[in-house]
């Protein structure tokens, strides 16, 4: 398949990446300055979401397949999740991308009914805008009217850094727990779960959860 990724320098999408380009998937990454872009067998393009006049038609040439890894975190700029939903389901319709895969949160996943992972006690302070912008976003996905194809996949309630054990499982509205209670997947297998989704067409217009 031929992909375009979006935050494709990020530590999730350059997982992302990677995970793809193993199995032969022909990348277009999308990043700030592509000429600071060192990957090999990827096409760096420069995008920048904060700049309104960058043009996704002119960057989009035969890809049929589009992944966004983006946050707000780095510039503090939260809205920037929302808005971008928004924009990729009005104008992806429009090329000959066929398919969007969002890298979603967990905190919007549900712990007990009607009660949400981000409205627990436990939960991170120094993660909730990020978690509310994605959440907002899933409400975006949820809503639309886009004919675009969009699959939302949010990883487990902790995603590490660690070995890819090339194992996981798959949920839907609510958080995947161990035997422990604990949530957890590491980076690389997230990544190996969002590939098999992008190959695998499984969960049309939908939000999956992924975790060990």
């Known amino acids: 398949m031929k992909l375009i990724v979006l935050g494709a320098s990020g530590w999730i999408g350059s997982h992302i ?58 510039l503090g700029n939260h809205e920037i999740v929302k808005n971008t939903a928004e924009r990729l ?13 969002w890298v ?13 992972l981000i409205d627990t006690p436990e939960f991170p302070a120094e993660y909730k805008d990020e978690a509310i912008a994605q959440g907002e976003a899933l409400d975006v996905f949820k809503h639309s009217s886009s004919p675009l194809n969009w699959t939302f996949i949010s ?19 609510q958080l995947i727990t161990d035997e422990q209670g604990n ?15 992008i190959e695998k067409a499984a969960h049309i217009n939908k939000r999956i959860g992924v975790a060990y």
Request: glycine share 6%; aromatic share 6%.
């Open 17 to 74: 990446v990677a995970e793809a380009k193993s199995r032969g998937h022909e990348i277009t990454a999308l990043v700030r300055a592509h000429d600071k872009y060192e990957v090999p067998n990827v096409t760096a393009k420069s995008f920048d979401l904060n700049d309104a006049s960058d043009s996704l038609h002119t960057l989009i040439s035969d890809e049929t397949v589009f992944v966004a890894a983006i946050g707000g975190r780095a």
């Open 104 to 116: 979603g949160g967990a905190g919007s996943l549900e712990v007990a009914p009607n009660l949400k």
């Open 89 to 101: 389901l009005n104008e992806l319709p429009n090329t000959s991308i066929e398919r969007l895969l």
């Open 155 to 173: 990883p487990a309630a902790e995603i590490f850094p660690g070995d890819k054990l090339n194992q996981y499982r798959i949920g839907a509205e």
């Open 183 to 197: 949530s957890r997947i590491s980076v690389a297998d997230y990544a190996v779960a969002f590939v098999d989704e």
